[in-house]
């Protein structure tokens, strides 16, 4: 028995075959290309493979790039008002009249007065057809305060009025004025996270990796800050602005207002990876050659965990937008003319006038979007650096 296995483990794996040493098995081309890859070409494939999060980029991606030509997209200029139709409810757009194709137009409007709530009534009439005009001349605006012009992507006909998300109090484009606070409200997060980061990494980076008193020092000043309630502390700050700054000087109050607060997760981060990080083999024949703690840092520790902090500055940005869209909402943020979601959201703190003109809440929808994005999109980033992760 024990010599009929001997000869049957003998048969599986003994080869017959004559060893070549110059023999190698070949890749394929696909196989070639992966192995060859580099990490940030990984990451990227494997973000392509999350759906959700690819399609949140392709959102963000245009959306920023539509800030910088808001003047353009928008159909009114920031501050235009029509007095003639305050408080104009959302106009749709509109292909066939009378089963005919006509082209993209809206209905003109018959105001009226309702005597019993004193609300204005705007009733669409039929036989008023504004045709749209596309890449045309309208507004006045200046680009960027560079240089003026009145180029538009799409305009109301001469006479006609084009209000896609109805008009506010004083008869200004609704739609108009959401384009232009995109311009504000999404910059803001990318400042301010960028005060946050070099804050978060720098002094993260100083605590995990010269530790003792350092460290101890670090994690207390952190842990006050973070005991602190987050909103009243906001408040607080934003407060002390002087109101005889211009709109440009609270921008980047409120921008660095931010940055100061929400430093504390990063740099734990940044902390925990360097205590792990300081005590691996590299690191220490870097110690031994003479590197100094700024060039062991920058070259050696950060590139190592370089994608888990692009995935946490992600999911932080939404925080920046939110925490400015609720100081501008409460009337210690940003403040007219600055235009920005927040600012917007401030005219529908009157839950009256909410109730009676439900579209001056549409500014809240672009925030929620982009929000859900980020996350999503930070999610996604988060598992395609994991080096575990098939």
Known sequence: MSRHTNDRADE?????????????????????????????KLIWWR??????AFVSLIILAVMYLAIFIVEFLAPYAQETRDSQNIHH????????????????????????VDMETLKPVYTPNPAKINKLRFFCSGDPYEFWGLFKADLHLVCPAKDGTLFLLGTDRLGRDMF???????????????????????????????AGYFGGWVDSCVQRVIEV???????????????????????????????????????????RAVRSKFLALREEDYALAARLTGATPKRIIARHLLPNFASHLIASVTLS?????????????????????????????????????????????????PVIIVVLAFNFLGDGLRDAADPYKN
């Not at 973000?47 to 959700?52: I, T």
């Not at 869209?325 to 927040?342: C, D, I, K, N």
């Open 317 to 365: 940005i939404p925080n920046m937008i939110l925490g400015e869209t609720a100081l501008s909402f409460l009337g210690l943020g940003l403040r007219p003319p600055v235009t920005s979601w927040g600012v917007l959201l401030n005219e529908a703190q009157n839950i009256n006038a909410v109730a009676v003109y439900p579209w001056l809440m549409l500014p809240v929808v």
């Open 47 to 52: 973000l392509k493979q999350h759906r959700l």
């Open 225 to 267: 800050i973070r005991s602190l309630p987050e909103i009243p502390l906001w408040m607080a700050l934003s407060a002390a602005l002087p109101v005889t700054w211009s709109p440009v000087l609270i921008y980047f109050g409120i921008t660095i207002i931010l940055g100061l607060i929400d430093w504390t997760g990063l740099a």
């Open 89 to 112: 409810p959302p106009q749709g757009i509109h292909l066939f009249a009378d089963g005919a194709f006509v082209g993209p137009f809206t209905y003109g409007t018959d105001f009226s």
């Open 12 to 40: 599986h794996f003994v080869d017959t075959q004559p060893f070549d040493p110059w023999d190698k098995e070949e890749l394929s081309p696909e196989q070639e290309r992966y192995f060859l890859a580099s990490q940030w």
């Open 176 to 206: 108009s004025r959401i384009i232009y606070g995109a311009r504000i409200s999404l910059t803001i997060g990318l400042v301010g996270i960028a005060v946050s980061f070099v804050l978060g990494v720098l002094i993260g980076g100083v």
